[in-house]
């Protein structure tokens, strides 16, 4: 359904991304980040999912093109580790961002485990940003704290993580109840990276339909 596009990086130069478009012209927008193997099949199987949603869909690739095969968590690890995380949200993610506001739409952020610390980081570093959803990841509180987030906000966590662990997501929840802010949270019996289907190892169907159903169902609500 999507395609490849270029759009422009705030600061200067282009990215590259993943774009699927809905019918509508004035269409509320929703960028989506990668986890940390990379742009893979998952990510624009999300960004499609969007679209038939009624969102334009964009995923910029943060890696340049660099895709990690699922078996290899040490690649993923130092391709990840390689990434200015505030860098490529202020930039790319930005742009991506900016790109789809363009289109006439409000425009949310959603990732997926190292794109939902992303989407974290967006919530409280991108002015153009209307709404973010967070699939297992959160930053360090020196790079986005919950107090500082400025937009509605969604997580989705898994109760078997032991990167995005169940006590880091009670004190984000804590925090965030303590500055006042929209959010929703939600928890599921499942292991980290519950939503993608092409990890049969961790994939739960059942956790990754009702947690997408309540994602589209959050974006509608405060991207309308």
């Given at each position: 359904m999507g395609k490849v596009?270029?759009?422009?990086?705030?600061g200067g130069g282009t990215a590259a991304g993943y774009l699927a478009e809905t019918g509508k012209q004035n269409a509320p927008g929703v960028v989506v980040i990668q986890e940390w193997w990379g742009l893979q099949g998952q990510i624009k199987a999300s960004c499609d999912r969007f679209a038939e949603a009624g969102f334009h869909a964009l995923a910029p690739d943060l890696y340049?093109?660099?895709?990690?095969?699922?078996?290899?968590?040490?690649a993923a690890g130092a391709a990840m580790g390689s990434l200015d995380f505030k860098a490529a949200t202020s930039q790319a993610v930005r742009g991506a961002v900016q790109y789809l506001k363009s289109r006439g739409g409000k425009?949310?952020?959603?990732?997926?485990?190292?794109?939902?610390?992303v989407a974290v980081i967006g919530a409280?570093?991108?002015?153009?940003?209307d709404a973010a959803v967070t699939f297992y990841g959160l930053p360090p509180q020196n790079v986005a704290a919950a107090k500082d987030v400025r937009v509605p906000l969604q997580g989705h966590f898994a109760n078997q993580d032991d990167w995005c662990t169940p006590a880091t997501v009670d004190g984000f929840e804590k925090a965030l109840k303590a500055s006042g802010k929209t959010?929703?949270?939600?928890?599921?019996?499942?292991?980290?990276?519950?939503?993608?289907?092409?990890?049969k190892e961790v994939y739960d169907g059942k956790a990754a339909k009702l947690a997408w159903e309540r994602c589209v169902k959050f974006f509608k609500q405060h991207l309308a």
């Open positions: 596009i270029s759009f422009p990086r705030v340049d093109g660099k895709v990690v095969p699922y078996h290899d968590a040490a425009v949310g952020l959603t990732g997926f485990c190292m794109g939902g610390a409280v570093h991108i002015p153009e940003l959010f929703e949270i939600y928890r599921y019996d499942g292991q980290h990276a519950f939503m993608n289907s092409e990890r």
